[in-house]
């Protein structure tokens, strides 16, 4: 694909559902995984795939995302030619400034799109986590013929409490999409799309353009389900891991799904590599009181109690005799002595005393906002 396709990511997603975790950030800069956020996983598939050009689109609470990612360094994207293009809202005479849907961001940024001298672009939103390359997607699109391909995977599980922009697809036996449902109560095909599509560059303006139009804003309900007759829309199945961040307790399981060895060797594979932001800091220290089992422990963080089956970011501390079970403990935390703290999530820099206890359940964690004192 290299040289052929450049990327475009929206991160302008807004799920109330994700609650304190997206009030001071947007999706795509949620932590996930112990020491990345969640940009990182499909941006890390474009670079994978020889993608050189690559533009974030950016809504609102964007001051996190800009920091994580800088000029795109730690993705060999900071280039003289191409590279990787921050697009936040601005205000013209055509614009506000505040997008009314996905459509109507794209048409912002459609001198970005024009100046991009790449054939087919591939667009995705930054709240659906997956690790793959687009190379053999872009060559189906060829054979296919295709106007727009879709990556979807077969997803068994459903609830209606979870759903975040579900687009559900019916394919035929040739792979080509005959009907498309949007957050459907009983959806009609366990076909969900991975919020990722392939086209080329000319026929994405015109689509853009042609929505403005008739003022249709949204490019899943105004477009792709409008037009899923009179376009050639093809689906392209996806088999491996996928973790969609629709909801809080979706969040929780899909990163503690990380636990386990056979997603982790998915998810991190060696062959297509996940980067991240590098923060340069000391191993973690185990005390001699650390008793540890089937957790992810980040770099920089000091364990002197009991850690089980939860995911540690940067620089946690753990003090002597607390007790962390079943948990999501993100960057600069400090948990106190005698503490006990089962199913629960904590942003970063959150302060737990000592001889507290806080407990949830897998299907509803305690969720703590950036900075709390316990």
Known sequence: MKGNAFGLIYTGESNLQLRDLTTSRSIAAVPYGGRYRCIDFVLSCMVNSGITNVGIIAQKNYHSLMDHLGAGKEWDLNRKRDGLFILPPYVTKDSTGVYKGTADALRSVMGYVRRSSQKYCVLTGSHTIYNTTFNDMLRFHEEKDADITVLYNDEKSFSPDDQFDDLRLCVDDNYRVIDMEIDPYRPKSTFQSCDCFVMEKSLLEY?????????????????????????????????????????????????MALLDPIVREDIFNPDHPIYTKVKDEVPARYNANANVTNSFIADGCIIDGTVENSILFRGVKVAKNAVVRNSIIMQACEIGSDTGIDYVIMDKGVTVKSGRTLSGHNSFPVVLRKGMIV
Do not use: P
Request: proline share 0%.
């Open 207 to 255: 689509l853009v353009e042609e929505a403005a139009t008739h003022a249709e804003h949204d490019f899943i309900r105004d477009i792709l389900i409008r037009k899923v007759n009179s376009l050639k829309i093809y689906g392209y199945r996806y088999d491996g891991f996928v973790a969609r961040l629709n909801s809080m307790s979706m969040y929780f399981n899909q990163s």
